[in-house]
């Protein structure tokens, strides 16, 4: 495509005001379109409610390095091994919404607004790291190929104020900086992405330790791109440093493998040091400069291994009967050929388009200044795609990724498309390029293939739809978890609630109730009881509650994790409940018609 049209110059001389005008019509949208979920503050993810929580309970007075949840296992609370940094934007936005739109709005509006923030970083991120690559003038595509990204999206989305989205933008960030010409500038820009996200947490560890390495490599083949890895490893450095002490928490000063403790200071702090030196050295000899940095990283991972042999093994650290009770059972952490079809194949067709078109746009550049940063952009996304093979949730960071690639191809495509001599090819042919490098035609392709008939010619083709058990299930979850369900809780006084580990967060949020637990690794022994009193006896289930000072049990018929209670335990107490038979010192509670909930007063008599 030519750059010389005038309204391509205005795409490029004013790209700034533009992509801002993209992003607030991008963010109104969205929000008129999740505006219900606004209204019912529909924090549908357990960690979002914990996030909302955190944030109530810092504004509400307690200490900033003071995270844990004392409205869960009262008294003495859950430890939460996040860190207060995603806690600011939120906090941020109820303070100044607050006068304007009173308490309650203030914090509906904020959780509306919060995840759009990242999502605007992330477009910019993207926009810089294709004007660098492809054309200044092809930054429109990265928008609207983001917008294909449905994993990615959904980080973004009004009320998902996980600190999954900010992550996603620090991702961005590195991306751009890897792309950027000036050493400087983007070996802080990678540095100090890398350092913030993990700050936030330790979910994009491999793609920060991918992108160190790629920066390595980049010195390795370059001596002259000394002066980037000194920047990025100083910076690194420091501004983990810096994030540590400004955000970590006092239950994260512990020798732990979860979060940016101590552990993983140390072995940032030591690694963004010796690529200083290394740097520094800067032997002339390629070969020589691969052998120093080999035997730098083998000396890090050595020193890491004998000084913490405990995160070798699962960062989380927990018993080996939490891992088989719950935590391997997470869906998230699952590979992806573990996945259904209607699962793999939206979430995996982006991060291929985008690794084949990286791969093209490397083989173009092969004799221009930008082979060196597509080839690191090659090897990122290589490596994305890789990482799905691990667990599902790499999937949102992998379509991220992949729409550099995308971009490169459609630039390259969609002129071709456009000088044929067909109008049909022209119109036809660059709509369906947009719909397929943009990922937008992956839905109506899974739709057409879970309509197709379970025998004849289509059956090897046909994906297997959603099956009726499966909706049951993901009904009674939002139904449970609504916000009118819940707040009918609120006319009994304040009490402990026993009830599903998955429903903890959310009873918090929505009901002046304290609950047992919420789904956080730290916590394996309330986790524990929960399991084992539901799946026990009724008398273990009394005796445990009991423990936890509850006097209610409150349970969701067919929420998914009571489904794991019947499976796992016929004839244990949830089963029978479910059965009708429920004992004697258990009172029923009414609750208004039509209540998915049900409740009971706890009798110790």
């Not at 330790?202 to 000194?230: D, F, Q, S």
């Not at 009994?492 to 580990?501: E, K, L, N, Q």
């Amino acid at each position: 495509m030519t750059d010389t049209p005038a309204r391509l110059t205005e795409l490029d001389r004013h790209w700034r005001r533009w992509l801002l005008l993209a992003w607030v019509v991008i963010a109104a949208w969205f929000l008129w379109q999740r505006w219900n979920a606004v209204h019912w503050l529909a924090l549908s993810d357990t960690d979002d409610n914990m996030r909302l929580m955190q944030v109530r309970a810092w504004l509400g007075g307690q200490g900033w390095y003071d995270l844990r949840q004392y409205r869960l296992n009262p008294p003495g609370g859950l430890d939460i091994h996040w860190s207060r940094l995603v806690d600011l934007p939120i906090a941020g936005l109820i303070l100044l919404l607050k006068p304007f739109a009173g308490p309650v709005w203030a914090e509906k509006l904020a959780v509306g607004i919060a995840p759009l923030l990242p999502m605007g970083v992330a477009m910019a991120a993207l926009a810089v790291t294709v004007r660098r690559l492809v054309s200044p003038v092809a930054w429109p595509f990265a928008i609207l190929f983001l917008l294909g990204c449905s994993s990615t999206l959904l980080m973004f989305m009004p009320e998902r104020i996980d600190h999954h989205g900010w992550q996603l933008a620090c991702l961005a960030w590195t991306v751009a900086g890897l792309a950027d010409p000036k050493q400087a500038r983007g070996g802080m820009v990678v540095g100090l992405s890398s350092a913030l996200s993990l700050t936030i947490g330790l979910e994009l560890l491999p793609y920060c330790a991918m992108a160190g390495a790629i920066v390595a490599l980049r010195w390795v083949w370059e001596r002259a791109e000394a002066r980037r890895l000194t920047v990025y490893g100083a910076t690194l450095a420091g501004a983990s440093a810096i994030g540590f002490v400004a955000f970590a928490s006092n239950a994260n000063y512990a020798m732990r493998c979860d979060a940016l403790t101590p552990v993983w200071l140390s072995a940032v702090v030591a690694g963004g040091a010796l690529l200083v030196l290394l740097a520094w050295i800067a032997p002339e000899n390629r070969l020589v400069r691969l052998a120093l940095a080999l035997v730098a990283g083998g000396a890090l991972a050595g020193a890491f291994a004998a000084l913490f042999p405990q995160c070798l093994q699962r960062p989380e650290g927990v018993s080996e009967e939490l891992a088989r009770t719950w935590l391997n059972n997470v869906r998230e952490a699952k590979p992806l050929y573990s996945m259904p079809g209607r699962t793999i194949l939206p979430i995996v067709t982006g991060p291929v388009i985008g690794l084949i078109g990286t791969i093209f746009a490397t083989w173009r550049a092969r004799r221009s200044p930008t082979l060196v940063p597509w080839a690191a952009i090659t090897l990122f996304t290589a490596f994305a795609v890789a990482m799905l093979f691990w667990q599902i949730r790499a999937g949102p960071a992998a379509q991220l990724l992949a729409v550099p690639g995308a971009v490169a191809l459609a630039w390259v495509l969609l002129p071709w498309l456009l000088s044929r001599n067909s109008a049909i090819v022209r119109v036809l042919g660059s709509v369906a390029a947009v719909l397929v490098l943009g990922s937008f035609a992956v839905d109506p392709v899974v739709r057409a293939l879970s309509s197709l008939p379970a025998a004849g010619v289509g059956k090897s083709l046909r994906i297997k739809p959603q099956d009726a058990r499966t909706k049951q299930v993901l009904r009674a979850g939002a139904r449970c978890a609504s916000l009118p369900a819940l707040q009918a809780l609120n006319r009994i006084p304040a009490a402990v609630m026993f009830t599903h580990v998955d429903l903890g967060p959310r009873l918090i949020v929505a009901t002046h109730h304290d609950g047992i637990t919420g789904p956080y690794h730290r916590n394996g022994d309330a986790i524990l009881d929960v399991h084992h009193a539901f799946q026990g006896d009724p008398d273990n289930f009394r005796t445990i509650a009991r423990r936890h000072g509850a006097t209610y049990l409150l349970t969701c018929p067919n929420m998914a994790e009571t489904t794991v209670y019947r499976a796992r335990s016929p004839g244990g107490f949830y089963d029978l409940l479910a059965h009708g038979k429920v004992p004697g010192w258990l009172t029923p509670v009414p609750l208004p018609k039509g209540s998915p909930l049900k409740l009971w007063r706890i009798d110790y008599r």
